[in-house]
């Protein structure tokens, strides 16, 4: 007569695991989801309260078929099995935190600022706050900063290392941009209305309020003030010339290419920008020096161009592999083209 079955399984210290633990841990995954407010410590201890009831089950379970060092075992897989479950209850916590991140309405959006403690920012100074789904970065007037931020409801936080450039500027705008990032470190909620965001402290006090930017491509004129030569370099625009970019409602682009009129299409998807190709009018100029071979790297530098982002009063134009192609400032140019011959 063969032997009889053993009443628990080899492999796990004589123990043989529950049928409902992978139900057992989905039901404490769900639980994590659904203490959202809870910090990890009360997950935790949530965890080992409840697993404390599996354990006694098992172990009595156990009990009563094992004997000696199995028991013993047993208890151990108990535990074991409780650290795995914790582990679990832990990723669906992280799970959970980076989907309130994601679902954050300040994801991709970008404001102005309107006020600092109460008062107004400096004149002819520019101050942003835009935000990526993770991170945050703008202009504190002087210099351009990032760094990440978490989102939990209400609730805000501006981590550190916030990094930034190094420029120097007047005192008082240094002043104001120092003052701009404390606001920013001691902010611990927000609040949207009106088109307006509004960083309060930990009591509550209000620290910033910004105006929300248009980021919209469509119907807008710019001015360019900077293009990719194609040589590694980002440069200026030559004294006397005007370069501009007019983003028609119609999906059409145009402007001033320094001497030549040029036209294409765009299309506009989310922050992508694909340019078609394009064409312009056949005049040669001969002032300024360089201007031809600028218009050339400008042209080329356009149709580059697969992203775009508007901060403020400021465009900028890059590349699949985030090179700069083009900067330019929002509204029409003073000045007219410069000026030149037909080609006959």
């Known amino acids: 007569m063969g032997a009889a079955s053993p009443p628990y399984r080899e492999g796990l210290g004589g123990l043989r695991p529950p049928k409902n633990n992978n139900i057992f841990i989905l039901v404490l995954c769900g639980a994590a989801a659904w203490m959202t407010e809870a ?35 047993s208890r151990i897989v108990s535990v074991v099995l409780a650290m795995v479950t914790t582990i679990a209850l832990a990723a669906c916590a992280v ?24 008062a107004p920012p ?28 978490e989102v939990n409801g209400e609730r805000i936080s501006f981590k550190d290392p916030i990094a930034s450039t190094m420029m120097a500027c007047p005192e008082p705008i240094m002043q104001q941009a120092a003052a701009y990032i ?30 929300e930017q248009n980021r919209a491509l469509s119907g807008t004129t710019w001015t360019v003030t900077s293009y990719n030569n194609g040589k590694q370099a980002v440069v200026g625009v030559l004294d006397g010339t005007t370069l501009t970019a ?12 320094g001497c030549n009129n040029y036209m294409t299409s ?29 218009e050339a790297r400008f042209l080329e530098a356009l149709a580059t161009v697969t992203t775009y982002t508007i901060e403020g009063e400021r465009l900028e134009l890059r590349t699949s592999d ?23």
């Not at 991140?101 to 109460?118: C, M, R």
């Not at 606001?183 to 620290?207: C, H, R």
């Not at 007019?246 to 290419?257: C, K, M, P, R």
């Open 39 to 73: 910090n990890t410590v009360e997950l935790l201890a949530f965890s080992g309260r409840l697993y404390g009831v599996f354990y006694v089950y098992a172990s009595s379970r156990s009990a009563g078929r094992l004997e000696g060092s199995k028991v013993m075992r």
């Open 182 to 211: 404390e606001a920013l470190k001691q902010a611990a909620s927000f609040k949207i209305a009106d088109q307006q965001l509004t960083l309060l402290d930990s009591n509550g006090a209000v620290l910033a309020i910004f105006a």
């Open 95 to 118: 799970g959970t935190m980076a989907t309130q991140g994601t679902d954050s309405p300040l994801g991709g959006t970008g404001w102005s600022l309107k006020s600092l403690n109460g």
């Open 246 to 257: 007019i983003f028609g409602d119609d999906g059409q682009l145009s402007g001033s290419a």
């Open 122 to 149: 400096a004149p002819g100074t520019q101050v942003t706050l835009n935000f990526d789904v993770d991170a945050f970065y703008g202009t504190d007037g002087c210099n351009r900063y990032r760094g990440p931020y």
């Open 322 to 344: 985030g090179a700069l192609a083009v900067t330019a400032v929002r509204g029409a140019p003073a000045a007219g083209t410069a000026s030149g011959r037909d080609s006959g």
């Open 266 to 294: 765009y299309e506009v998807s989310d922050q992508s920008l694909r340019i078609g190709q394009i064409a312009s009018t056949r005049k040669l100029c001969a002032e300024p020096a360089g201007v031809m071979e600028q």
